[in-house]
């Protein structure tokens, strides 16, 4: 099993970036994919997650109307369109997946993902 994340890099303010995230060894489809983030200092926190049975996105309030994951089957890949980029977005973004088993409200926490990425840098600043 592994995720390989890419397409981080450094942006000004208010740019945009695509984040992808390649899986082998199981299938995106049937499993809750999400993608993470952990700014220096602080803790790891979710950014957005999407379920795989209903194909339901939740994402956290400070990225709502500017972040967008999404999945292509076909390509067992996960991305994260990331757009207005700020300067409090600067993190090394991950994506992990979880079973599909696991309750909604579990998936906000890191400890329900079970494989995980090996992260890509995101830096915001002018």
């Known amino acids: 099993v592994q995720l390989q994340a890419s397409g981080g890099g450094l942006v000004q303010p208010g740019g945009s970036l695509r984040l992808s995230c390649a899986a082998s060894g199981f299938t995106v489809r049937s499993y809750t994919m999400g993608w993470f983030r952990q700014a220096p200092g602080k803790e790891r926190e979710v950014v957005s997650f999407?379920?795989?049975?209903?194909?339901?996105?939740i994402n956290r309030d400070s990225v709502k109307g500017r972040f967008t994951i999404s999945k292509d089957n076909a390509k067992n890949t996960v991305y994260l369109q990331m757009n207005n980029l700020q300067p409090e977005d600067t993190a090394v973004y991950f994506c992990a997946a979880a079973s599909s088993r696991k309750i909604l409200s579990s998936l906000w926490t890191k400890e329900s993902y079970d494989y995980w990425g090996q992260g890509t840098q995101v830096t915001v600043s002018s």
């Open positions: 999407l379920r795989p049975t209903n194909s339901n996105t």
